[in-house]
């Protein structure tokens, strides 16, 4: 059940979040649909979101570091967990002791595995993002010899644009993963989904828009929020013409101002670049938010809505699309920085 005695209450909607794996799986045609769990299931909780999508019927997880496996295994079996950060000295024994299963990225880690007995994995090609994974220049087939490879992955810089690299990716992991012998090759991203058949190979990895992001503007329609904030009026006030609001004086009122101070600020993933442009509704009326966004409290213009009282909850708009072009910041950003001190429902 849902607290609305705490002063901010995440709803997070389980339907919501299967609908969108069930969704990202028929658009992935005959791929099997994975999902991206790492951030802690990009800030929502990965052993809820673990939960749900394992009983929906989704079997392969992606983490990127070891403790976040750590906190997975006693949900489902380790053998459905990659981890993307693969094997640094010292993990190998983590990695046997757990279960999980490494995604090797670069020719050390895959001689470390080796030397360590090897065993199934999976391996991280770079077809042109060149932030981690083995290079081409790096990927001759002797390094592969003996490996038992399940995924062979790669990863799209730009699948969230129309642009020329998404092809080059393409034709780089076609040319250099048909000569590398494993189970399964997995491209595509959230947005690497749209982006048809041919980025979709044997698995696909959506993360985002599991979590109701919309990684590319076709999928606005088919991909469901899952994320609802509601805070609560701490006190109202009728501020004069010229008088500031909040840190810095940030916003200074150009006429009389019914102002209301709501319990959620940065600390709780409210970001500051919401200052002065955030929105948050009551019924159909929107309420700007006014001044800086403090570490606890924020400030909205309540002058239309006269009915509003303290201790009233007030839906904070984080509608990830709008949201994001509201503060600039990336649905990514939006959804991570989501802190654990407000109270969270799974509805
Ligand atoms: C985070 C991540 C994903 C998921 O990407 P989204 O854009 O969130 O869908 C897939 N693969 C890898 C390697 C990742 O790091």
Redesign the pocket.
Known sequence: MIDYNSPICLRLDSHALVSNWKALAKLSGSAVTGA?V?ADGYGLGAPQVVKRLWNAGCRDF?VAHWAEAAKLVDIIPPGHIAV?NGIGEGDVNMARSLGAIPVLNTPLQVNAWKEAGGGQCHVMLDTGINRLGIGPEQAHSGLFEGLDIDIL?S?LASADEDVQQNQTQLKCFYQISSSISCKRRSFA???GIMLGDKYHFDLT?????LYG?I?RSEMSGIIKPVVYIKAKVLQIRELNRGEPIGYNAAYRCTEPVRTATLAIGYADGYARAFSNKGQVWFGGYMLPVIGKVSMDLLVVDASTVPLLHEGDLLDVDYDLQNAGAVSGLSQ?ELLTGLSKRARISWT
């Open positions: 991206a790492k992606f993307l992955l990863h991203n959230s947005a990895r959506p993360g985002l828009s992001g990684a990514y």
